[in-house]
C-alpha cells in the first residue's frame, strides 16, 4: 500500500524551504533530487521506523538537520 507523505526539508546550499510529496510505503531510502531554486543537488534521507518519518537533507553523504 502507498503511503505519501508532505514534508519539508531546507536546501543546505541556499536555504530555501522544500515541499516534498514522499512514498514512505518503501522503507528506508537514500536519493538525490534538485533545489529548485538554486539548482544544486541535495542528499536527502528518508528514514521509516513505524509510524515516524524523517526526512534529513545534506550535502552529498553529509546530512545537516
Do not use: W
Amino acid at each position: 500500500m502507498i503511503k505519501y507523505t508532505e514534508k519539508r526539508v531546507t536546501c543546505p546550499h541556499c536555504g530555501h524551504q522544500i515541499g516534498m510529496t514522499i512514498d514512505s510505503s518503501i522503507g528506508n531510502q537514500e536519493f538525490y533530487d534538485d533545489c529548485p531554486s538554486c539548482n544544486h543537488a541535495i542528499h536527502l534521507e528518508l528514514k521509516v521506523d513505524n509510524a515516524k518519518i524523517q526526512l534529513t537533507a545534506g550535502v552529498e553523504d553529509h546530512p545537516t538537520f
